[in-house]
């Protein structure tokens, strides 16, 4: 009888070991908090990348449809629209500034094989 209550003893010690549920609620509620501080703040990289993706998508729309396709947006500062041929290729090379961020993101868009990248 009496070694049942030793080891029963033994077992409620070493279940006190680790976080109470308040420990466990406080850092949960810490790391929530830095996650959507973080997300609520989009970064001018994501900006410009979202720009180069809907650029990309109008160069492969082109080449599926084996036709003319352009991309315009008012946030972009070009003096030409962005055209792609019915292959992909680009008509103008250009240097696209972006107003929507803080930095001076620009997009660099070269003439023929349609590559373009953020400066």
Do not use: W
Request: with cysteine; hydrophobic share 40%.
């Amino acid at each position: 009888m009496e070694r049942k209550y030793i080891f029963q003893m033994d077992k409620l010690t070493t279940m006190n070991k680790g976080f109470t549920l308040l420990e466990m609620m406080v850092a949960l509620v810490a790391i929530s908090t830095i996650m959507i501080t973080q997300a609520a703040i989009p970064s001018s990289e994501f900006v410009a990348y979202r720009y180069l993706n809907e650029i990309t998508s109008v160069q492969i729309n082109a080449i599926h449809q084996v036709k003319r396709l352009c991309y315009e947006n008012a946030n972009l500062q070009t003096n030409y629209p962005i055209c792609f041929n019915g292959k992909g290729n680009s008509n103008r090379a250009q240097t696209i500034l972006i107003n929507d961020t803080i930095e001076n993101n620009r997009i660099l868009i070269y003439l023929g094989a349609g590559k373009h990248f953020i400066k």
